[in-house]
């Protein structure tokens, strides 16, 4: 026997269709149906519910069920979306939010944001709060330290068991077979700043790249590969690495120091994770009466605020119209939209200023 709501709605639907409340275009209130069908008010809702979903009737808040106009399209669903970042309002954030919000709006779907410090435990917290939400139909996440193993994959696999479908931003995690990703051409990136360095006659390239996000893996990879590819210089002390706690001191603990003083002296250009870290090296040394580019080079990834803000400019690789946070959005629509989908990446191009 079907459930009661299910009754109910197939009462409505057959009097809709039929043309009963034409004039009216409304249906009776949620207590004339409980009368109408001696049922309680949960489940004239469930039936009301169904009914929406369906396309049949828009409810409005303060003014009943209205019967939709069938001969135009149905309204988009409207969706609950997570959107998960290690940061919201530090560096290129605000702009891949504003992106990602814009996507979601003309998709009538409502972000929720969330954002972990590029902390596991962070994350784990946030991950709990997504399961435990009654509503949610899809998220976005830039996942959490993803050059490390990562000890939240299973709140990740229960949140894809229940067929809630994710797509990562800059980085991923490999593990997770049934998620789609965004990301740079990291490995591009690397590639494509050491062969300009090398044009513009550089042989000597130093870098500083993060150690505990896969983005800086890849950077790493692009740049190393290509200086054996080019024959050109490649030692262990060249590389600075550094990790989300280490970023603030980065130039001002003993290792960073070294690297300022003595390891750049002996290179003539450096290639550096992100703007922001590429902006405190300069900064770094000015201080130290390091001429830029004539004594050192620095060029850099995003083409960020920092690259402009900083004097003098630095060069650096951008990516133009293409938006992580909104082609990520994007992806995740034409998932709802029952699409076949295949992760995507953000090429890059660079733009050049007077730091080279």
Same mark, same amino acid.
């Given at each position: ?33 409980? &009368? ?6 949960? *489940? ?28 135009? @399209? @149905?309204?988009? @669903? ?13 560096? !290129?954030? @605000? ?18 944001? $969330? =954002?972990? &410090? ?72 690397? #590639? ?5 360095? /090398? ?8 870098? !500083? ?8 893996? &890849?950077?790493?990879?692009?740049? =190393?590969? *290509? ?17 989300? #706690?280490?970023?603030?001191?980065? $130039? ?6 070294? $690297?300022?003083? &003595? ?33 050192? =080079? ?9 690259? #402009? ?9 951008? /990516?133009?119209? /293409? ?6 959005? #994007?992806?995740?629509?034409?998932? $709802? ?20």
């Amino acid at each position: 026997m079907a459930p009661k709501y299910q009754m109910v709605a197939d009462s409505l639907r057959a009097d809709i269709l039929d043309g009963v409340y034409q004039k009216r275009m409304l249906l009776p209130t949620e207590q004339l149906l409980c &009368q109408q069908f001696q049922v309680s008010r949960q *489940t004239v809702r469930q039936a009301l519910s169904l009914l929406a979903s369906e396309g049949l009737i828009e409810r409005r808040q303060g003014s009943g069920s209205h019967i939709r106009d069938l001969s135009k @399209p @149905p309204p988009l @669903p409207r969706r609950s979306i997570a959107v998960v970042t290690t940061y919201i309002s530090d560096y !290129i954030f @605000p702009s891949i939010l504003r992106e990602v919000e814009n996507v979601l709006s003309e998709h009538n779907s409502a972000p929720l944001l $969330f =954002a972990t &410090q590029n902390q596991v435990s962070n994350e784990r917290k946030v991950l709990n709060t997504l399961l435990d939400l009654p509503s949610l139909d899809g998220v976005l996440v830039e996942g959490t330290k993803t050059g490390l193993p990562n000890p939240n994959l299973d709140l990740y696999r229960r949140l894809i068991d229940r067929g809630i479908p994710l797509v990562f931003m800059n980085g991923n995690y490999t593990e997770l077979t049934g998620s789609l990703s965004v990301l740079d051409d990291n490995y591009g990136g690397g #590639e494509m700043l050491v062969h300009y360095l /090398h044009q513009r006659g550089h042989k000597r390239i130093a870098g !500083i790249f993060k150690n505990d996000d896969i983005q800086g893996h &890849q950077r790493y990879a692009g740049y =190393a590969d *290509t200086l054996r590819t080019l024959g050109l210089p490649f030692e262990d002390r060249q590389v600075l690495w550094y990790s989300t #706690e280490e970023k603030e001191s980065l $130039f001002s603990d003993r290792v960073g120091v070294r $690297f300022l003083e &003595q390891t750049l002296a002996g290179y003539t250009a450096v290639i550096c994770y992100n703007d922001e870290i590429a902006s405190r090296l300069v900064s770094q040394l000015v201080k130290r009466d390091v001429v830029i580019p004539g004594d050192l =080079a620095v060029v850099s990834f995003d083409n960020s605020q920092y690259s #402009e803000m900083t004097t003098p400019r630095i060069t650096s690789l951008s /990516h133009g119209t /293409h938006n992580v946070g909104r082609m990520a959005a #994007e992806l995740l629509m034409r998932v $709802f939209q029952g699409e076949s989908c295949q992760s995507e990446t953000a090429p890059w191009t660079l733009v050049q200023k007077e730091s080279s």
